[in-house]
């Protein structure tokens, strides 16, 4: 029974010992080398380990957020003023005598022109525009580039009674920037091409007719 005792004291004490020791062993103060690591996922209650990398492939669906904003401002001002006069005169004209050419008599005296020309333009124009685009398109990864880049195109088309709308893109992206939820923005995709077109009785509200796409485009006046 005191054998049993003592046997049970020794074990405690090495134990002790063993853990004194594994504390020194972790202080800040020792060399890392001979310290134990200290990591989240060994002395944390709360971690949870991150889900491992899904392996993007050719062919694979990935959803882009399209957040587009553009905005510009331009200001011009012109400012001609052109003068312009002629004043010709006809000395001498010629006239054909058979095969022969010789100088024309100018009976009624030298022919003469004269003329001028004033112009003045001016012309004071401020453009102010904005633009904002927002939709959501699921694109396939149709190939990867040497450097495990990703080229995504995205086509979709929405027809509702006689309104249609048709939108696609295309661009360049990194795995990297792909969310864990498959997602990626549209500010992440290089070489970044979005088309967006609308068609039926809301579009033809408020388009243009070829009359006046034409007459804007030429400006006769």
């Not at 890392?32 to 709360?46: H, K």
């Not at 889900?51 to 200001?75: A, F, G, H, Y």
């Not at 939709?135 to 495990?148: H, L, M, S």
Request: no cysteine; aromatic share 8%.
């Amino acid at each position: 029974m005191k054998r049993g005792l003592i046997f049970a004291a020794v074990v405690a004490a090495t134990a002790l010992s063993a853990d004194a020791a594994f504390a020194q062993r972790s202080s800040l103060y020792q060399q890392a080398v001979a310290a134990r690591p200290l990591t989240l996922e060994n002395n944390s209650w709360l971690y949870v380990p991150m889900p491992p990398v899904r392996e993007v492939q050719v062919n694979d669906l990935v959803t882009i957020l399209v957040k587009q904003k553009q905005q510009s401002q331009s200001e011009g001002e012109i400012n001609r003023i052109t003068q312009s006069s002629i004043d010709a005169r006809l000395r001498d004209w010629v006239m054909l005598d058979g095969f022969n050419i010789k100088a024309a008599p100018q009976t009624s005296g030298d022919p003469r022109a004269r003329g001028s020309l004033d112009s003045t333009l001016r012309t004071n124009a401020e453009l102010e525009t904005a633009a904002f685009i927002q939709f959501n398109i699921t694109a396939t990864v149709v190939d990867i580039r040497p450097n495990g880049n990703l080229v995504l195109e995205a086509h979709s088309t929405v027809q509702d009674n006689n309104e249609v709308w048709e939108a696609s893109l295309s661009g360049i992206v990194r795995r990297e920037d792909i969310a864990p939820d498959n997602t990626v923005f549209s500010e992440k995709i290089a070489e970044l091409s979005i088309h967006k077109r609308e068609t039926g009785h809301i579009n033809d509200a408020y388009r243009r007719g070829w009359a006046l796409r034409a007459y804007d485009k030429f400006k006769p006046f």
